[in-house]
Structure formats: C-alpha cells, structure tokens
C-alpha cells in the first residue's frame, strides 16, 4: 500500500475490534490526523462514562454494562481491552482533551429489540447484544482471505495488518484504513447488510450522530468503528431518510457502569464473549512492537520454570530461530501464532501438548482480570457487595480458586454467611466443595471464581434490597411462600441459617409447618429431613436457636417411623432404588437427631426413643417379605452396621433373601441393597467369609436363563468397590474358605455339598419342633401336656410381628 492523501471529510477509520494491529494504527492515525473530536461505535448513553477511562484505577479489560432498569436480567456488554481500537481512541481523546462520543444506536433501543426479537422467535440462549456485528451470516474477514488464498481468516488478518510494519512504524497513519474501506466497500456491493437487518438501523443513527458533529467541529472529525460500516457512514443519504429508519423503535429505560472483563470472557465465542481465540496474545502484540517473538518466548519460559520444568536461555534462542524459519517456509512476513506455538512445543515442551496447554490457558489466552474506579456507577447491592468484599479480603478473581474456612474464626465465619447469602441470591460466586481437612461442621470449603456475567446477577439480586443482608432475608422470605414441595421449604431452612438471615428464619419456619401439616406423602417427608437435621447440627456451630426446628424435625421424624414400612411395599425398581435413597438419608438425619433433639426429656437412645422407634422400623423392613429387595437388604445392612443385628441374624436373614425359592433378580436386589453403594460394602464381604460364601453359592446356582436378568445389578453392586477390594473378593473366591475357618465357604451344590450358612447333617430336633405348628394349622389333636407338642416351643422366624 501506499501513502494516502488527506481525506476531505470526516476521517472513517474502520477497524477489526479487538485486533492490537488496528489499534496501532489508528493511534498513529490520530497523532497524525489531530481531529477535533472523536466518534465511536458504542452506546450513546455512556458518554457520561467516558472520563473515568482516565482515572488511574480503571485497568482493562473492562466492559459498558448496559441493562433494563425494570428488567436488570435483560442486558448487554461491550467488552473493551488494552489492544481494543475503541479504547485506544478513548484514551486517546482524553489526553489531548478533545471531545470523545460514542455513536451507535442507544441501548435502550438495543435492550428493547433484543427482547423483542425473542417474544418473537424465543431466545437462543446465548444472545450476545452489543456486539452484533461478531454474529452476521457472512465473515467479510473470512470472504477477504479467501480471495487473497488463505484458509485461515486470522491467519490472514495477522500478515496484512498485525505484522505490517516498517521499523516498527506503520508505513502510513491512513493507509491501511483507506485500503480496508476498498475492500469492504466491494464486499457491501455484493452482501449488502449481510443478512443483519439491524445494521442498517444502526447505521442511520451512525450516520445521524455524523451529521450533528461536523455541523459542531467541522469536517475535522475522526470516526472509530467496525471496517464492516465503513461504506455505509460515507454513503450520502438524507436525513429525513435516516430519521424515518429510526421511527418507532421499541424503547426501554436502561442504565449503564462500567464493570471489569477477563481475557478469558473475551476468548469465549458464546454468551458476552467476543470471539477472540488469544487476547493474551494479542495483548502482547500490542504491548511489546519492538521484538515481540523475542519477548514472548522469554514469557513463555518463564512461566514452564515457575511450574518446575527446565528451561534455560538456550531453548528461547532455539524457539525464536525456529518460529523464524517456520514463518519464512510458509511465506509470513513475521512468526504469528501457530509459529510460535510449534516452535514452543517442539523446544520447550519437548513435543507434549500437556505443558503447552498450560501456556494456552496462562499466556495465550491469560488471567487478566480488570478494575473500574470505585466512582463508576453502581447498583445499591453491588456497592454493599464491594463493601463486604474489602473488609473480608476476598477479592474477586478471574482464576479458580479453593477457599478453606474456620468458622471458628470471626472472619471465616463473615465470608461463610457472605457466600451462602449470595447463593441465595442466585450469584454464583462460589460453590461448596469436598474440602480436603476435616468434614466437621466447623469447616467449609468453597470454590470461587469471578465472572463478568455476575455484575448482571447482582443487578438483578438488587431488586430484593440495597444491601446483601436485607436482599437475601427479603428473597427467603418469597421462595418460602412461593414453595410448593416440603424439600423446598426445608432446604430454604437449611440456607437461611447457613446464611444467618435471623429474621427470614421465623417465617420460613412457618412455612415449613403449614407444609409439613399437610403433607402426607412419606417419600416427601423422608425427602425433607435430611436438611432439618444438617440445619440442627449447623445450629450448634452458628449459636442459633433451633428449638422450633427441632420439635419440626422430632414431628417428622415420628410420621415417618409410623408411615414408612406400609411405603416401602408393592414398589418397582426404580421406585424401591429411590425409596432406598431415602432410607439412607433418614438414617443419617435420625444419628443427627438423636443427639440434638430430646423430645419430654426421654433419653434418645432408649426403647421409648427416636433411635429405638427407628431401629423398630428397620427391624420389619428387614423382615417382611412384601419390601422391596434393595430395601430389605438396606435394612439389615444398616442395622448390622450399627450393631443391632447380630451377625448371625445377618446370615440367617442373607441365607433367606438368596434361598432357591428367591426369584433371581429379587435376591440381585436384596444383595444390592446389602452390600452396594455404602461405604465398606466390599470390606464387609472380604472380613465375613461366610456371607461371601452364601453369596458366591447363590451366584453359582443361578439358571443360566435368568443369569442375564440379575448381572446388570451385579455389576453395578460389585464395580462400585475399589480395585483392591475386587482384587482380594476374587482371591478369596478362587482358593475357599482359610484352613480351619468356621465357614464352609465356597461349598459346591454336587452330591454330598454343604449349603453355606447350614450343618452338614439334619438336625432332628428342631425339625421336630415344627410339628406341634403343622399340627395347630392342620386342626390335628396334640397332647396339650406334651412339652414337645407345645407350639410355643417351636422357633419364632427372625423379625416375625405377630
């Protein structure tokens, strides 16, 4: 390209957004050009905004927020980063003090034709207003390329704009602007708007903005927007022709601030992000024009040295020829990426891609998180959030990160209620995690990370209140009579005293009597104690009084000991498998219970006692036939493990559940529920020779035509234990029961067998005490004075009720 001369008219500098090339040039553009004012490609509404671009703590990336005051979840960004032409030009005006404006179609139009569009057609779950021009049918980049024979769109961009430089100058201010307006003004022949109707609206108000500031500068005036618009702000049209494109547009009322950005957003193609594959990189271009392969190597082995791989000065030397050379063999004016990239792995990572996934997380794309000054505008909420966030020491981060915490200590126990408050206020800062110390309920675990998007989610939250105390109490208080299900109500219970919100709690609890009182559903009812019983075990680390939760957890308790065993009946497989969950969880509730609720003072491990009345229950769901296999086998599991069932009653109960006269895929299900997904199921079998042996002799007996309906079970059962565990069950299988052991483990079923769990001979005596029983059913006489006639001589079956 050559020099251009100087245009007559406002100076249209097209760009590519986000792209360090462009904005070199249209710096250069400007010192050259000295305009009287300065246009933009952005919402007319942050002009206001503007100056604090200059403040010393405004750091990008940032982004306008622009959202709907009566709507806070509809709204847009638009990102802007240290290599962004738009922010260049900003920074640029302020400097010199000339006058800077941005010119697109408001955002209050922008908001209001979005929703619209989705009444319309129904949202596509990623909208991304505010940058539209990322989303038109046609690339002109893309159609650029390929006419000058590359298949890579950035690829191309890189070699004719970023990488064209002369001494580390640009050739000409003006010419790389004037040739791209060529280019796209021949482009716009042929795509017109480009399959974007909503363009051509833009444009008309572009253009109208025009019109108004070379009536107030003059010709003088430098405009900074997308290449793509380029022809349409220099095509001549009249006003009243542009105003009539404007007429009738849907309006909202909308409110914008300045909020940070992350590189890692801008990387993202979806959502708010701005399609850029690597800002990091990008940033480096734009930072460092002098030698930037050079520098960016020296980054690159700094970063594998902090993470302990050896690097020395040699491999940068040997990464830079080698990037070189492979610009030079694929006819690149200089090393783009992809150069570097393989010059990186071949070097430095020896040919893995597992380091250099770590310089593409790191460097290529980075963690870069920016600040807005504490003067930018700002939500209530959002100002109480910050507030917290400076006195509490947790600043918001762009990177994961893991957060441990003692609530012992005043500080970690404000970031606990701190983070539980915005989970309930639906900002997804953090998440509990498994932590890696002690589970006790003086330690929590937390994995945050800051997003850009949660600035929307605070907005929203800001309509409960002003500060995140009294948003949060005034949102619990509207899913507490808004909830329809018991679990609802006593999970929001459990989150209002996580969160310490003393006066949502008294009308939560409310809710959750009226529910409780009317719901008869035991399977609801298991369903929601769970969460009473963590909330009663809370309580005693938060120092809350929990008295009127705990009579509604003992009341729930009560209902489910009476209800449950006539629920666990006439059940299919999947609803025994849930059913079977929520035994598990009322076990664990009633062990929680027992040690914090004593309802009349009884002691509550006594006969007369929830844990009594409770094992009563597991007693005649172990017992009864008509329970559902997995649940039956549950049962005895749990009382086994609490050592309220003798391991002989054990056996006796497994030798029932798995006799021959057991269907097949009943006796799957009874062992499932036994020894399948609890902790130390496998142990329990490789410990107790003899309950391995009655289920290896059932496994043996099965009939090969129903084998195939009980091994999905099986397998799920059995590949939930550790690789060890499966290891030693099979050694045992493969040599039998230890010498001298009391089992008879492994017994075949062949002539002269011994079944596991039974003598090797009939034991006549208590065959015989069958007999006075046959004889009371049969209506037969018996000698009333014969002691062995006495029917209640014979044996009562475990777990019989009378």
């Known amino acids: 390209m050559t020099g251009a001369a100087r245009p007559v008219g406002p100076l249209l500098l097209g760009v590519r957004h986000h792209g360090p090339g462009s904005a070199r040039a249209v710096r250069a553009a400007l010192d050259a050009a000295r305009p009287r004012a300065v246009l933009i490609e952005g919402p007319p509404e942050g002009d206001a905004l503007l100056p604090l671009a200059a403040d010393e703590q405004m750091r990008p990336p940032v982004a306008l927020l622009a959202h709907a005051v009566d709507d806070p979840g509809q709204a ?14 900003v920074r640029w005006a302020l400097a010199h003090d000339v006058p800077v404006r941005f010119i697109d179609l408001p955002a209050a139009n922008s908001l209001a034709m979005t929703q619209a569009a989705e009444r319309e057609t129904g949202p596509d779950g990623e909208p991304s207003t505010g940058t539209s021009h990322a989303h038109v049918p046609i690339d002109p980049i893309g159609v650029l390329a390929g006419t000058a024979g590359y298949d890579d769109p950035e690829r191309w961009w890189e070699d004719v704009v970023e990488h064209r430089t002369q001494g580390g100058e640009a050739v000409d201010p003006r010419a790389p602007f004037a040739a791209l307006a060529e280019a796209m003004t021949a482009l716009r022949e042929v795509y017109g708007d480009g399959g ?19 009536k107030e500068f003059g010709a003088d005036v430098a405009v900074v927007c997308g290449a793509w618009h380029v022809p349409a702000l220099g095509t001549r049209t009249t006003l009243a022709a542009d105003r009539a494109l404007l007429k009738g547009l849907p309006k909202v009322k909308a409110e914008l601030t300045w909020v940070p950005w992350s590189h890692r957003r801008l990387a993202r193609h979806s959502g708010y992000g701005a399609g850029i594959d690597s800002p990091g990189w990008y940033g480096h271009l734009f930072e460092a024009a002098n030698r930037p392969i050079e520098r960016w190597m020296t980054k690159v082995a700094g970063l ?12 940068v030397i040997e990464a830079v020829r080698l990037a070189g050379t492979l610009a030079a063999l694929r006819g690149r004016p200089l090393a783009g990426l992809g150069e570097t990239t393989d010059a990186i792995r071949a070097v430095m990572c020896e040919g893995s891609d597992v380091p250099l996934a770590l310089v593409q997380d790191r460097l290529i794309v980075g963690e870069t998180l920016g600040e807005v ?17 400076r006195t509490l020491r947790l600043k918001p981060e762009a990177l994961e990160r893991e957060l441990e915490l003692d609530l012992r200590k005043d500080t970690d126990a404000a970031r606990s209620r701190l983070l539980h408050r ?69 999970a929001l219970a459990e989150h209002c ?6 006066d949502a709690l008294p009308v939560v609890m409310r809710a959750l009597a009226d529910r409780a009182a009317l719901d008869a559903d035991v399977g609801h009812l298991a369903e929601a104690l769970p969460a009473l019983a963590r909330t009663l075990r809370y309580g005693d680390v938060r120092s809350t009084d929990t008295t009127a939760l705990g009579e509604v957890a003992a009341g729930l308790a009560e209902r489910i000991c009476v209800g449950l065993p006539p629920a666990c009946t006439g059940l299919d497989a999947d609803g025994a498998a849930e059913l079977r969950r929520r035994v598990d969880g009322v076990h664990t509730a009633i062990g929680l219970l027992t040690g914090a609720v004593r309802p009349n003072g009884d002691a509550d491990t006594g006969a007369n006692g929830l844990r009594g009345r409770w094992t009563a229950v597991l007693h005649k769901l172990a017992a009864r036939d ?11 599991r749990l009382l086994l493990d609490e050592g309220r069932l003798a391991e002989d009653d054990a056996a006796r109960l497994m030798g029932l559940a798995l006799s021959p006269g057991t269907p097949p895929a009943d006796a799957a299900a009874w062992i499932e529920g036994f020894v399948g997904g609890a902790a130390g199921g496998g142990m329990l079998l490789v410990h107790d020779e003899r309950l391995l042996g009655l289920v290896d002799a059932w496994l043996t007996g099965v009939p090969a035509d129903t084998f195939a309906d009980v091994l999905p079970l099986l397998r799920r059962t059995f590949s939930a234990y550790e690789a060890g565990v499966r290891r030693t069950l099979g050694e045992l299988v493969r040599r039998g029961p230890a010498a001298g052991g009391p089992s008879t483990f492994g017994a075949g079923t062949g002539s002269g067998a011994t079944a596991p769990g039974f003598g090797p001979v009939l034991d006549g005596a208590r065959a015989d005490a069958v007999l006075p029983v046959l004889r009371l059913l049969l209506g037969l006489d018996a000698d009333p004075d014969d002691p062995d006639n006495r029917a209640e001589n014979a044996e009562e079956p475990l777990g019989a009720t009378g």
Not at 373 to 389: C, F, Y
Not at 626 to 636: K, L, N, Q, S, Y
């Open 76 to 89: 847009a960004f638009w990102p802007l980063a240290a290599f962004s032409p738009e922010w260049v030009a």
């Open 422 to 490: 915005l989970r309930l206020l639906a900002v997804g800062w953090g998440e509990p995690a498994v932590g890696r110390g002690s589970t006790g309920t003086f330690r929590e675990s937390w994995r945050l990370r800051w997003e850009p998007e949660l600035y929307v989610q605070v907005a929203e939250a800001g309509t409960w209140g002003t500060t995140v105390l009294a948003a949060a109490t005034a949102r619990a208080g509207f899913q507490a009579a808004s909830a329809t299900a018991l679990a609802e109500v006593t």
């Open 196 to 214: 974007h109707p909503r363009d051509t609206v833009r444009e008309a108000h572009m253009r109208i903005q025009l019109r108004k500031a070379v």
């Open 626 to 636: 008509t329970v559902a296999g997995v649940i039956r086998g549950r049962a005895a």
């Open 304 to 315: 594998l040295r902090d993470e302990g791989r050896f690097v020395s000065s040699a491999h």
């Open 373 to 389: 000054p504490d003067t930018a505008p700002a939500v209530p909420l959002q100002r109480d959030l910050i507030r917290q966030q």
């Open 497 to 502: 005293l996580l969160a310490e919100l003393p």
